[in-house]
């Protein structure tokens, strides 16, 4: 049946909007296409290799699938759960992956809702003459590419050039060359050093972003409802406590997901400051996927951890919006 | 009816957009024949257009122009295409290309690619019309020419020997100013090295500020380990299987863990990721590092002070002769999918098999050479009176073994042996813990 004969078609196009019709469809049409081709079709296609022991270098069928790159359908899956000492080594660096990342997270999201959500009470309450130079000066590193922040926090904690270790130094009088990044044995409560060195610089480019929200959504918090708290008598605690922060639960809920999310995702800086070193300590799940997707071109293996990843955000977020789930109007 | 119009246009614009992408077909001439003993042949005097692939390196690049330049002079119906790429690029512009068939005639690969590529069936076997096995092997060193020979088939030629052990940079003013003299004689032990290298070193407050010996990087640690597991008597590869949990590979652990007892290094503070060897050895953080001699072209423009007073030291052999293990180097491979195959092998074999213009090339590249006929004789005096610091190396690359066909060498070397070993070398790990961590995980990578 030709297209133009095909009732939905020929509803689609007649009628008394049609000219209205016909031109929301060649809008639409070439985004719907530019989808399918970037994001539509790389999905898809990312999906299926993770059922393939699929490798670039090798010559496959259709799409690269089938022939030297065979189907293996859950097998990359299972190899997953292998939890033996003699598992191969990207099942063993896979579990490493996902407990540093799950900590990694653990640490990034309370610690940047512990300072975001302070300064963005003091940025709000000062005068707003120097507020916009704060709200600046905290937003910078945002807009301040992730590779340029790794390097810059490198310097910091270089062993022999580093300025955390010269001012150890200075205050010592000794020359002081404690690898930060590199030291295996330095573990603090059972934390590697290494990523507490990684989620300084991580918190240190990220924090602008959550305060500019979290100052948004303080100043969309009417002036008449915390009137009345002050008119029945409550404190400036009990107006924070009682009026503001249940107030700001969306907006709390929003930001630990969202950081939740790009905490899941790190990668750049974790990539330039310790490239997954000392002996794992810092190796996040995105750069195990990208070392065995693209250096090590088992790409199979990588789609298959990359739909792990995507599981876990996406349970991890449902959890967090349940548990977190406030209806208000104000 | 205009607008039908318009609609049509539009969709046909956005499909030939969308088919349009490929790359351009690569020559002027109707399809070539199946890969078979002899490659494709063009009938003779027809136009033809090779594209050749390589990665950034303008001296690699300048060699390859001005040979180009003199085959298309001797062959006017041949016309030469470069497209390079950054070396991360170009890695994985392959990976994406070979499967979509859009890859050049001609590929410039690192000999430990070339096999995963060839098994893939990317890559097309030199025909024996061009030059037989046998005939290669005569031709050339055995370590470069390793990696291109993938089950008793040949699959490219290398132009370059890589070479990351054997000798090392050395400093010789920081020698003279702490006396040690050893090493004007040569190194014949262990032990007369490490009476040099300890002076060398300087540490302050306990910690240290220049290292003897810099041999912990990535590099450094993977080709040492594996050369003195060979001069131990040992053979880590053998079909297929990896062995390095012996007596050899304890012997070569401790060896290496000696080097660092007695102050050579601080395996802490250098290693990869802090004070990388080139970086160091020209920053003279370090007095003698374990690095190629494709450092010194990197780096003299920059340090050509401490690149003056640098020699390369041959390192004392633990065996009857200085065997160790090389990674194959720099070559050419033609594609299984062009359609020019015989033009672009005779183009290769241009460039690679005629001692004249291997050794231009070497000397352009400022390489090591793969072809015996550019290590000894005139040839041989060329390359030294050009670079003075290949001398050392040109006395013992007939020693060098290809480091052997691993499903994926960088994994090998980068994600195994560096790391376990430098954990090893760091005091976290026994010996014996690091030798079973690094077989069972080499040997899982061939599964």
Redesign the interface.
């Known amino acids: 049946m030709a297209l133009s004969t095909w009732p939905g078609w020929q509803r689609l196009f007649s009628g008394r909007d049609s000219a209205k019709k016909?031109f929301v469809a060649?809008a639409i049409?070439?985004l719907l296409?530019f989808m399918v081709?970037w994001t539509v079709f790389p999905l898809l296609w990312g999906s299926a290799l993770a059922f393939f022991d699929y490798?670039?270098?090798?010559?496959?069928g259709f799409l690269?699938f089938g022939g030297?790159n065979p189907f293996v359908g859950l097998q990359n899956f299972q190899k997953m759960l292998y939890s033996s000492p003699?598992a191969?080594?990207e099942v063993q660096q896979f579990h490493t992956g996902v407990k540093t990342t799950l900590l990694f997270v653990t640490l990034v999201v309370p610690l940047n809702l512990l300072v975001t959500l302070p300064l963005a009470f003091m940025i709000e309450s000062v005068n707003k003459r120097v507020k916009g130079i704060f709200r600046t000066l905290f937003f910078l590193p945002v807009l301040a590419p992730s590779v340029g922040v790794a390097i810059m926090w490198g310097y910091v904690f270089?062993?022999?050039r580093g300025l955390l270790n010269a001012i150890l130094g200075g205050v010592t009088g000794?020359?002081?060359?404690i690898?930060w990044?590199?030291?295996?044995?330095l573990v603090v409560a059972g934390i590697p050093v290494a990523l507490f060195a990684v989620i300084v610089a991580y918190l240190w480019q990220d924090l602008g972003y959550n305060m500019v929200i979290f100052i948004a959504a303080l100043q969309g918090i009417p002036q008449t409802i915390k009137d009345a708290a002050l008119i029945d008598g409550a404190n400036s605690w009990q107006l924070l406590t009682r009026i503001v922060i249940p107030l700001l639960m969306p907006t709390i809920l929003l930001t630990a997901i969202l950081t939740m999310i790009s905490a899941f995702q790190v990668f750049d800086i974790v990539q330039v400051m310790?490239?997954g070193?000392?002996?794992?300590q810092t190796q996040v799940l995105l750069l195990h996927i990208y070392?065995y997707a693209?250096?090590?071109?088992k790409m199979g293996w990588a789609a298959a951890v990359s739909i792990v990843m995507f599981l876990m955000i996406l349970s991890i977020s449902l959890l967090q919006n349940r548990l977190l789930n406030t209806e208000l109007e104000y | 009816m205009k607008t039908k119009l318009f609609i049509s246009l539009m969709v046909l614009a956005l499909l030939l957009a969308a088919c349009g992408g490929g790359t351009k077909p690569a020559a002027d001439q109707p399809a070539g024949q199946p890969a078979g003993d002899s490659a494709p042949a063009q009938p003779a005097g027809e136009k033809v257009t090779l594209r050749v692939w390589t990665h950034q390196n303008s001296s690699f690049n300048a060699g390859y122009e001005a040979l180009a330049a003199e085959y298309m002079k001797q062959n006017p119906n041949v016309n030469i295409v470069f497209e390079t790429f950054d070396y991360d690029t170009y890695i994985q512009t392959l990976q994406t290309a070979l499967p979509a068939k859009t890859e050049a005639d001609i590929l410039q690969m690192f000999g430990s690619w070339v096999c995963s590529y060839a098994e893939g069936g990317n890559l097309a076997e030199m025909p024996a019309s061009v030059a037989s096995l046998e005939e290669v092997k005569g031709k050339l060193l055995d370590a470069p020419l390793g990696g291109y020979i993938c089950d008793g088939k040949l699959y490219g030629i290398p132009q370059e020997f890589n070479i990351e052990y054997g000798a090392v940079l050395f400093n010789t003013r920081i020698a003279d100013e702490v006396g040690a003299t050893n090493y004007k004689d040569g190194w014949a032990t262990w032990d007369e090295a490490i009476e040099d290298l300890q002076k060398m070193a300087v540490v302050q407050d306990g910690v240290m500020t220049r290292a003897g010996l810099h041999f912990t990087g990535s590099d450094g640690i993977a080709t040492m380990f594996h050369s003195l597991y060979l001069q131990y008597g040992g053979q880590y590869l053998k079909d297929s299987t990896y062995t390095v949990n012996t007596p050899e590979g304890l012997k070569t652990l401790e060896l290496m863990k000696r080097l660092v007892d007695v102050g050579l290094v601080d395996p802490l503070l250098f290693n990869d990721e802090e004070n990388w060897v080139g970086d160091s050895y020209f920053a003279e953080t370090s007095a003698a590092g374990l690095i190629g001699p494709w450092a010194i072209p990197e780096y003299s423009g920059d340090f050509a002070d401490v690149a003056a007073v640098t020699i390369y030291q041959p390192l004392p052999s633990v065996g009857d002769t200085p065997v160790f293990a090389a990674a194959s180097g720099w070559g050419l491979t033609v594609s299984a999918n062009s359609k020019v195959q015989q033009a672009a092998w005779d183009f290769v074999k241009f460039v690679t098999l005629d001692s004249a213009n291997a050794l231009q090339w070497n000397l352009a590249s400022g390489t090591l050479p793969a072809l015996k006929d550019n290590i000894k004789g005139e040839n041989a005096q060329k390359l030294v009176s050009e670079f003075p610091y290949f001398e050392p190396f040109l006395g013992f690359l007939e020693y060098g073994q290809y480091e052997g066909q691993f499903p994926d060498r960088d994994f090998v070397w980068y994600e195994v042996v560096y790391p376990e070993v430098l954990n090893y070398l760091q005091g976290n790990a026994t010996a014996e813990e690091t030798l079973a961590t690094i077989e069972n995980a080499v040997q899982g990578s061939f599964k």
């Open positions: 016909r060649l049409i070439p296409l081709f490798s670039p270098r090798r010559m496959g690269g030297d003699d191969p080594l270089h062993p022999q000794k020359l002081v060359a690898n990044t590199g030291d295996p044995s310790t490239d070193g000392p002996q794992g070392n693209f250096r090590y071109q």
